[in-house]
Nanobody, 114 residues
Framework: QVQVVESGGGLVQAGGSLRLSCAVS????????MGWYRQAPGKQREFVGR???????KYADSVKGRFTASRDYAKDTASLQMNSLKPEDTGVYYC????????WGQGTQVTVSS
């Protein structure tokens, strides 16, 4: 069974930094892309960033210049370095691995206080 596990969330003051990690295990095969999404209270889940198997990286406009996504292809892990955090970055952050199907983690809470 494929498992996707996020870690690294927490409480931070505005302007601070956090680093999220995502680990994928199980019979997933070749992962085409690993992405990050977030969901704020009362809002829909939204795209944050992703890294494809070819190394292409895409970000949502709201996080460009502040967040950096990366992957370790050998270990099937991904990271999201979040700098200059703002209160509006608060939410549950999810990792998604795509390999023909979407595999989601349970999410990790990020809270940015003003």
């Amino acid at each position: 069974q494929v498992q996707v596990v996020e870690s690294g969330g927490g409480l931070v003051q505005a302007g601070g930094s956090l680093r999220l990690s995502c680990a994928v295990s199980g019979p997933i095969g070749s992962i085409a892309a690993m992405g990050w999404y977030r969901q704020a209270p009362g809002k829909q889940r939204e795209f944050v960033g992703r890294v494809t198997s070819g190394g292409a990286i895409k970000y949502a406009d709201s996080v460009k210049g502040r967040f950096t996504a990366s992957r370790d292809y050998a270990k099937d892990t991904a990271s999201l370095q979040m700098n200059s955090l703002k209160p509006e970055d608060t939410g549950v952050y999810y990792c998604k691995a795509y390999s023909g199907s979407d595999y989601w983690g349970q999410g990790t809470q990020v809270t940015v206080s003003s």
